[in-house]
Nanobody
Framework: QLVESGGGLVQPGGSLRLSCVAS????????IGWFRQAPGKEREGVSL????????YYADSVKGRFTISRDNAENAVYLQMSSLKPEDTAVYYC????????????????????WGQGTQVTVSS
């Protein structure tokens, strides 16, 4: 099971830190993806981190503003979001892909074995 937290209401230009914590299994060797879904839109990939070597990848829309990291001791992955924009408003989900390798990291939702329930992020003044 994956549980996301840390969402909320923030003004444009603000920051939030999302957490994705696993229970019942170890995240250590899983690749983790952060995704988001706005009303009426498809789920889109935001950022990836591999399980093997911690390689990271960002969608162009968030590059330079978001940072993904993992803490295997806490069995958690984080998404630090800065310089938030209204278009970042969405429900944010984390997913775990057991393949784990940087070479197989993907934003394809069908490749993920576990998903969290999502956390709402609203960027508005």
């Amino acid at each position: 099971q994956l549980v996301e937290s840390g969402g909320g209401l923030v003004q444009p230009g603000g920051s939030l830190r999302l957490s994705c914590v696993a229970s019942g299994f170890s995240l250590e060797y899983y690749a983790i993806g952060w995704f988001r879904q706005a009303p009426g839109k498809e789920r889109e990939g935001v950022s990836l981190i591999s399980g093997a070597d911690g390689s990271t990848y960002y969608a162009d829309s968030v590059k330079g503003r978001f940072t993904i990291s993992r803490d295997n001791a806490e069995n958690a992955v984080y998404l630090q979001m800065s310089s938030l924009k209204p278009e970042d408003t969405a429900v944010y989900y984390c997913g775990a892909d057991r393949r784990g390798l940087a070479a197989t990291m993907t934003f394809s939702v069908n490749e993920y074995d576990y998903w969290g329930q999502g956390t709402q992020v609203t960027v508005s003044s």
